[in-house]
């Protein structure tokens, strides 16, 4: 059975709500970072970095969310969620996901470290404020992109909407994407689908 490993409002909620769209069984392995599990010889033997998400299928190990969730499109290729390769609509979907992770991610993630996770004398106010402007120069242009899509690729979901989902979401946490009107719409869209694990969004 696939298991896969990881905590609350991380990266690990990707994949997470992709096998909960494709109803697959898989176990649930949670890592609790304030123990420090993530950084135990058992994590770490599976991913050096000592970071989450993680999948083990078998004695295959898999980490990086992107690369697990292209792992699951391609392993069950009957859900639909990662399209065919060498098609115009893969394409599609690797910009989305690399547009997510590093346009809209990044500037989120300098935001944290310097809000929450560095100790206050590393803290950096005017980075915070910089990586805020970066991140609404990017929204206000995917705003127009998203316009009245339901989803990003084609006519049904695939990974790069949960991926933007879970992007928003980090960022509404932050007030960022309010005045964003298409963003609100998708996101609350993406938000309301059965197998959306709330619990996991809360930061």
């Known amino acids: ?18 096998l909960k769209e494709m109803n697959k069984e898989f176990k649930e392995c949670p890592v609790d970072f304030q123990k420090g599990e993530h950084k135990s010889p058992k994590i770490t033997a599976m991913n050096p970095y000592g970071k989450v998400p993680i999948l083990k299928d078998g004695s295959q190990v898999v980490y990086e969310s992107t690369a697990i969730m292209n792992y699951l499109g391609e392993k069950f290729p009957e859900s639909g969620m990662v399209p065919k390769s060498g098609t115009m609509e893969r394409a599609q979907y690797d910009q989305w996901m690399s547009f997510c992770t590093t346009e809209l991610e990044q500037p989120l993630w300098r935001i944290t470290k310097h809000t929450r996770l560095l100790p206050e004398g590393k803290r950096n106010p005017q980075d915070v404020a910089l990586a805020k402007e970066d991140f609404e120069g990017m929204c206000s242009i995917l705003d127009g992109q998203i316009g009245q899509k339901k989803f990003l690729v084609g006519t049904k979901l695939t990974g790069a909407d949960i ?6 979401g980090w960022a509404q946490g932050m007030e960022l994407v309010t005045p964003h009107k298409n963003c609100m719409r998708y996101l609350k869209e993406m938000q309301t689908r059965p197998a959306f694990p709330g619990k996991l969004f809360q930061r």
């Not at 059975?1 to 992709?18: F, T």
């Not at 991926?163 to 928003?168: D, E, S, V």
């Open 163 to 168: 991926t933007l989902g879970y992007t928003l």
């Open 1 to 18: 059975m696939i298991e896969l490993y990881g905590n609350g409002p991380s990266r690990w909620a990707k994949p997470y709500w992709m």
